[in-house]
């Protein structure tokens, strides 16, 4: 499995986002390697998208966002759930791609619909917040043969709050995949 160059997390984010889905998260921990297929993702556009983290600016927890881009931006939500963004586009313009689920392909345990389930299952926690995903032990890989899949386009979810940004077409996933959060 080769690892994802820095060159390709370095690009529109829309682009990156769609071209993950297929890829594989892999995490090595005490000698284990978990192996997921990204099968779902969104994009997040930067300061200007009002569904952004970055929307409020460069703080404490969305610092990782503004970094280079091949970095992972790992946070907690509702005090329990961790979730994992890649971080995309140059320095400073704080864009990133959220995994919403992957499918299980080796020593992966436990759901993996939904962020927080996918983060639990790969065993993804805050320690690897800002990890270069272009080093070892935690990377996105992919596999020399090709797939192609058709990908379907939807509103994110749980943005609401974001006013038009919560209606764009900014969650993608593989038509038909069982591990797909929501449909």
């Not at 779902?40 to 881009?69: C, N, Q, W």
Request: charged content about 25%; some cysteine.
């Amino acid at each position: 499995m080769q690892k994802l160059p820095r060159a390709f997390y370095d690009r529109n984010t829309v682009d990156v986002a769609q071209e993950l889905l297929g890829k594989y998260l892999i995490h090595i921990t005490r000698g284990v390697q978990r192996i997921g297929r990204i099968v779902e993702v969104e994009a997040y556009l930067g300061p200007h998208d009002l569904a952004a983290h970055s929307a409020r600016g460069l703080t404490e927890r969305t610092k990782i966002m503004f970094g280079p881009p091949g970095h992972a931006y790992v946070y907690m939500i509702y005090g329990m759930y961790f979730c994992m963004n890649v971080v995309t586009e140059r320095e400073g313009h704080a864009s990133a791609v959220l995994l919403r689920a992957v499918e299980p392909i080796k020593n992966v345990v436990g759901r993996t619909q939904g962020p927080g389930l996918l983060c639990k299952a790969m065993r993804i926690d805050k320690r690897l917040n800002g990890h270069d995903l272009t080093s070892g032990g935690f990377y996105i890989g992919v596999t020399r043969k090709t797939e192609t899949a058709l990908i379907v386009k939807r509103p994110r979810i749980g943005v609401d709050y974001a006013g038009h940004w919560a209606r764009r077409l900014l969650r993608f996933y593989i038509k038909d995949n069982p591990f797909v959060s929501k449909r």
